[in-house]
């Protein structure tokens, strides 16, 4: 990647800017909080250090909700904006606030294409009618578990 991406919340309430450095990852998860949350089969995500994410809330939009019986076992802080209700970022617990994982479907233009995914996480949930997604790593729960 060469350039920044930069991508908002359905209001624009909420704006953020990712580095130009590649995520540490990027990923599709199953897991029944990202099933939840995306209200879809998956929720696709790319991780940061935290400190390299800009966040510009100038409306005050910017609320949290933490979810602390998770598919990881670890609580997760999950960030979204209290206007429109767009899911933007989650806060793993296990990362101690050092990470964000961007929720890649916020994200302009060609951000998340750009991106593109280089996992699958929680694959034992995966529904049925989704098929793997190629050249992705499949990994049926969380790593390191």
Known sequence: ????????????????????TPPIKTMACYCHDCRKNSGGPYQTNAMYPASSVEISDTRSTLKSYTIHNTSSGSPKEKLFCGECGCMLFTKPGHYKGEM?????????????????????LFTRDRPGFCRPLEGCKQIETMPGK
Do not use: N
């Open 100 to 120: 964000v994982v961007v929720k890649t479907g916020m994200l302009d233009g060609d951000g998340m294409e750009r991106l593109g995914l280089q996992a699958e």
């Open 1 to 20: 990647m060469s350039q920044s991406l930069t991508g908002t919340c359905l209001c624009a309430s909420i704006h953020f800017t990712l580095p130009p």
